[in-house]
């Protein structure tokens, strides 16, 4: 296989691992007001993910940064043209992170309150901004002959792409809910599960029209074997959610995630980002890509250290397996320690 | 301002601001893993007590760091596209690596370390904070290779028909000689902005009535923070000196710029102060000691150092040929001489001030001595205030001496910049960017006094997860967001 494919493979895997495992970090930011009744449910639920979001976040920075060392015509032009949604991005996301750390560090009812705000925002604007830039870069945006993105704002704020930023939403929110439902104990287990079916039901409706959308629209069979997977990954986690079988359950929306991402990708090769200009140039796996010598020295890296950081990654879920009520948030005494 | 100088200020501004917590996360971390580490060995109450202490502190601080750092990776993309397709063949790759290798292992063994106290034995939860520590020199190792190959470039080939940079030789890239130097020089300067740190809050608490009661708890970290701060402050004076030399050799213009040297000179003297012309080309005033900066550039008392209008002539003779073959544009070759000029002398003077005071707080509290006097904790806070000015005052001199390169001798800064990217954008970005990270810094000070007021709690000794039995799993955790 040609290391430029080899690369356009794990550059999905990386944002495959960036969205199942911050989707649910993103999904549980959003359900706070929704789920938690007052403060110590919502702590329990901030605390499903406190020690895990940081590192789930980290796969976006590695997904950015091995985009710019594999496809540095990818990254220029992707990160240049969709300028004002990552700043919206990196606004959110800087917001959110600081909200973990900084929420219960003072008692007042206020101070509380907005970084609540700033940690349901902040997972708000990327769950769907997300979703719209994939959409559009699946779809095409108009790109220059000199490999520029010519567009502004709006051209990414078109039907397909709003509809690409519903499904991320509504599929983080359904991820999110089954983690809640799978990571505690007491109500507010059983308020998640039951959204979560709920949700479960209204993203596949949304899923489907947008992956029947994107199949029509640029689709090849590898792309629509794993869309018809997802859909039917999504159906039945719903289900087995319904059923009360949690841990299959996030199984299911973690699959549907991961093949729905991997069918968009599909969906692109050989194109990383194609363009709609007649007169443009689409950046493509070869035209887009970094020397031979960078890649191989690159997979080198990627193959001996990934595997330490997947293992090491799984070990900290395995310790924080415990699931987690409101008798496991320390009172004020204890926490001062 | 036309997008250039937007794209600057920006990455002045956040690069700056980014700079302020990574020092004292590389230099904190290793710091509290040595504290818990002594806690683990020889069970003394106090060093748990300052781990958990400064493991607070150190929290409130890294959460900046990480967020911040965020933007640092995207913005390459962002302003500068044109540069990011012209050398990323080569500086993609340590930045890939840089998240791989550092960023995964930081922020997972920072989770275990944050909420682990229950579930992972001592010996291991103090590993967890070392394997952070090294997560930290992980990252700087691969952003200072990143960057010290855009000072010196070497390991690559100029490709006529991409009109890329492109890798030839990784090996050449990770070892670069200005790496060499740079990297022991910049974690060093961590370690004592560490040390620094924990000196300045330990003396402040140390004199406060309301803490009198862990008195000799501060005075072990005084003791604790000023040896390492001056160890420490000690390599950074070597190591830069080694860098000056290797500075002089790979980008002369920049040691010419640093001393406002017009004219070549042997020996060459070592200026104090120098005023020069408006038009920068000779100076007017200046109070210098003979010889030393011979010394400082190449090593021997007598050395030959060029001076800015030899220099200038030298460069527009290799760089001014042919502009079409690479990504520059022909034109001045000469730094901002008062900026280059100015941060170069407080580097050097706030980072001696540091060592200065870490010793002076210690022989101040030397053998039980409380010093009463008012000013006395103010001093001790600004110390590591200096710290952090040095890295800042070091980072703008490094960056500002470069220019107008991006890329010495192969990429200017003017046109690196992203060419599809409206004024209107990059000003948004800048504005939103310089808003929220003065808001986070008030929101941020505001915290650390706090935290630092407060003072250690006391001694708890932490359950043991060897000796938890399963009864023990609806016990309430013993940190939580």
Do not use: C
């Amino acid at each position: 296989m040609e290391l430029t494919t080899v690369w356009f493979i794990l550059i999905a895997v990386l944002w495959i691992g960036y969205f199942t495992l911050e989707g649910f970090d993103f999904g549980v930011g959003m359900l706070l007001p929704v789920l938690a009744r007052d403060d110590t449910e919502r702590r329990v639920m901030i605390n499903t993910i406190g020690p895990v979001w940081d590192g789930n976040e980290v796969w976006v920075l590695v997904a950015g940064g091995a985009t710019f060392a594999a496809f540095p015509e990818w990254y220029a032009t992707m990160f240049s043209g969709f300028y004002l949604p990552l700043l919206l991005i990196l606004v959110a996301l800087i917001v959110r992170g600081l909200a973990f750390e900084y929420r219960h560090k003072r008692d007042e009812a206020h101070w509380t309150a907005r970084w609540d705000l700033a940690l349901i925002v902040g997972s708000f604007v990327p769950a769907v901004l997300w979703g719209v830039a994939f959409a559009n870069i699946v779809h095409g945006v108009p790109i220059d002959a000199d490999k520029e993105f010519t567009g502004t704002l709006f051209t990414l704020l078109n039907p397909f792409g709003l509809l690409g930023g519903l499904v991320t939403l509504t599929l983080f929110l359904t991820h999110g809910a089954m983690f809640v439902a799978l990571k505690t104990t007491g109500e507010i287990r059983l308020r998640a599960r039951e959204l979560s079916v709920r949700l479960g039901a209204v993203a596949a409706v949304v899923a489907v029209v947008f992956l029947v959308w994107a199949q029509i629209d640029t689709g090849s069979l590898g792309s629509a074997v794993l869309f018809v997977l997802a859909a039917v990954a999504l159906v039945a986690g719903t289900y087995l959610a319904h059923l009360g079988r949690e841990g299959w359950a996030f199984v299911g929306t973690f699959a549907t995630i991961a093949l729905a991402v991997a069918g968009l990708f599909v969906a692109l090769f050989p194109d990383v980002m194609p363009t709609t200009l007649a007169d443009g140039v689409s950046l493509t796996t070869t035209n887009a890509s970094a020397t031979a010598y960078t890649l191989k020295v690159m997979t080198w890296v990627a193959v001996i250290f990934t595997p330490i950081v997947l293992g090491y990654q799984s070990w900290t879920y395995w310790v924080f397996r415990r699931r987690i009520g409101t008798h496991h948030i320390p009172t004020a005494e204890l926490a001062a320690r | 301002m036309d997008v250039l100088d937007i794209a600057r200020w920006q990455f002045g501004i956040i690069t700056v601001y980014h700079f302020v917590f990574v020092p004292i996360t590389i230099g904190l971390s290793a710091i509290i893993a040595g504290m818990e580490t002594a806690w683990v060995r020889t069970g003394k109450q106090e060093y748990l007590r300052l781990t958990k202490f400064f493991g607070r502190l150190f929290l409130i601080n890294f959460a900046i760091g990480v967020v911040t750092g965020i933007v640092q990776e995207f913005q390459f993309g962002m302003n500068w596209s044109d540069y990011s397709r012209f050398v990323g063949d080569i500086f993609g790759a340590p930045l890939a690596v840089e998240g791989l290798l550092a960023f995964f292992l930081e922020s997972t063994f920072l989770g275990l370390w944050i909420f682990g106290w229950d579930k992972l034995p001592r010996g291991l939860h103090a590993t967890t904070m070392w394997l952070v520590h090294i997560g930290t020199l992980f990252s700087a190792w691969f952003i200072l290779a990143a960057n010290s190959w855009m000072q010196h470039p070497v390991g690559y080939r100029y490709n006529p028909a991409s009109g890329r940079a492109e890798l030839n030789d990784f090996w050449a890239v990770m070892l670069n000689k200005v790496q060499l130097v740079t990297f022991p020089h910049v974690v060093l300067a961590a370690y004592m902005t560490g040390g620094a740190f924990v000196v300045g809050v330990a003396a402040w608490l140390y004199v406060r009535k309301e803490h009198v009661a862990d008195q000799a708890l501060h005075r072990k970290a005084i003791r604790i923070g000023a040896i390492v701060a001056l160890v420490a402050g000690l390599g950074v004076a070597i190591t830069g000196d080694a860098q000056g030399k290797i500075m002089t050799e790979v980008q002369p213009m920049k040691m010419a710029a640093a001393e406002a040297l017009y004219e070549s000179e042997q020996p060459a003297s070592f200026s104090i102060f120098t005023i020069g012309t408006p038009d920068g080309t000779s100076e007017k005033f200046a109070i210098k000691i003979p010889n030393l900066l011979s010394f400082l550039a190449t090593g021997t008392w007598d050395g030959k150092v060029e001076g800015i209008n030899d220099l200038r002539a030298t460069y527009e003779k290799e760089f001014g040929q042919d502009p079409g073959a690479a990504y520059y544009t022909a034109g001045d070759y000469v730094p901002n001489i008062p900026v280059t000029y100015w941060t170069f002398r407080f580097m050097i003077g706030v980072g001696l001030l540091t060592a200065a005071g870490a010793a002076l707080i210690l022989w101040l509290t030397r053998k039980g001595r409380t010093p009463t006097s008012g000013w006395f904790g103010l001093m001790a806070l600004s110390v590591p205030v200096l710290a952090v000015s040095g890295s800042s005052f070091g980072w703008i001199f490094t960056e500002m001496g470069r220019q107008p390169w991006a890329v010495f001798g192969l990429m200017t800064t003017a046109n690196g910049v992203s060419p599809s990217v409206s004024t209107f954008e990059a000003a948004t970005s800048v504005i939103v960017l310089t808003v929220l990270y003065g808001v986070l810094a008030v929101i941020e000070l505001g915290l650390m006094a706090r935290y630092i007021r407060k003072g250690a709690e006391p001694f708890v000794e932490p359950p043991d997860p060897d000796i938890r039995g399963p009864q023990d799993d609806d016990q309430p955790l013993t940190f939580a967001y």
